[in-house]
Every structure is written in C-alpha cells, then in structure tokens.
C-alpha cells in the first residue's frame, strides 16, 4: 500500500495518532527531572518544561512509523518530557485528557483570543466541544 497525502507523497506517514491522555510513567532518561516512574501525569500538546526531545519513530511490522511528540492511541508511547505535567495520584486519569485538550483550549481562547486581564469577565454563548468548530 503507498501512502498519499491530500498533497501527494508525505514522509510523515504512516503516524501514530492522539495528542491527550492520561497515564503513568513507566521509565525516564537520567535528565529528565519534571517526572519520575510511577508519576501520573495528563500527556498534552503544548509545550511545558523540561526537555523536548527528537520525536520518535516506532517499528511496526518491519516498517518504520512516525509519532509526534505525544501519541496516545498505543497502549504505551515516547513522550518528551515538556509534553508531561504531573497530577495528583488520586486524579481519575479517564478524565485527564480533558486537562490535556479542553483546558489548554480555554485558557488560549480567554488569554490569547479575548485577551482577558484580571478582573474582566466572559459571557460564554455557545458550547461545543473543542475541535467541534473550525474557524
């Protein structure tokens, strides 16, 4: 199978796909200093601290799969430890992701869009989920 992009040939796939989640560290590299095995943590897009390492590529039945720097539609994955932000042990990780995607999209919308400064308010007049409406 060749894979075409809407562009034509792309080098970027195939991709693994998903950009937040909730999880558990299994390991680090000796540098990383953010989180630690056994942290929870919500995986999301935007950069944070720490380090933010090559993306990596993960080997799949012979052939070489490309992965951003999050990936969350695996059972386990390489994240960079900027894309990595702690949460308490007792924080239900089903709902993590919404820390991951929803919050992120909110805190942009009211600081960057509407550009709130301490002491104003929002009226907010329509709901949907973030993603759902392309501007």
């Known amino acids: 199978m060749?894979?075409?992009?809407?562009?034509?040939?792309?080098?970027?796939l195939p991709h693994l796909l998903g950009h937040e989640a909730g999880g558990i560290v299994e390991k680090c590299h000796a540098s990383v200093?953010?989180?630690?095995?056994?942290?929870?943590?919500?995986?999301?897009?935007?950069?944070?601290?720490?380090?933010?390492?090559?993306?990596?590529?993960?080997?799949?039945k012979g052939k070489i799969v490309n992965a951003g720097w999050v990936t969350t539609f695996n059972e386990y994955a390489v994240v960079s430890e900027n894309r990595l932000t702690s949460i308490p042990k007792d924080f239900d990780l089903k709902i993590a992701a919404l820390y991951g995607c929803a919050v992120t999209t909110g805190y942009g919308v009211v600081f960057n869009d509407a550009c709130l400064k301490s002491g104003e308010s929002?009226?907010?007049?329509?709901?949907?989920?973030?993603?759902?409406?392309s501007y």
């Open 33 to 60: 200093s953010t989180v630690k095995p056994g942290d929870h943590v919500v995986m999301h897009w935007r950069q944070g601290r720490g380090i933010q390492a090559p993306t990596p590529k993960y080997h799949w």
């Open 122 to 133: 929002l009226m907010v007049a329509e709901q949907a989920a973030p993603g759902y409406r």
């Open 2 to 12: 060749r894979l075409m992009h809407a562009r034509g040939r792309t080098s970027f």
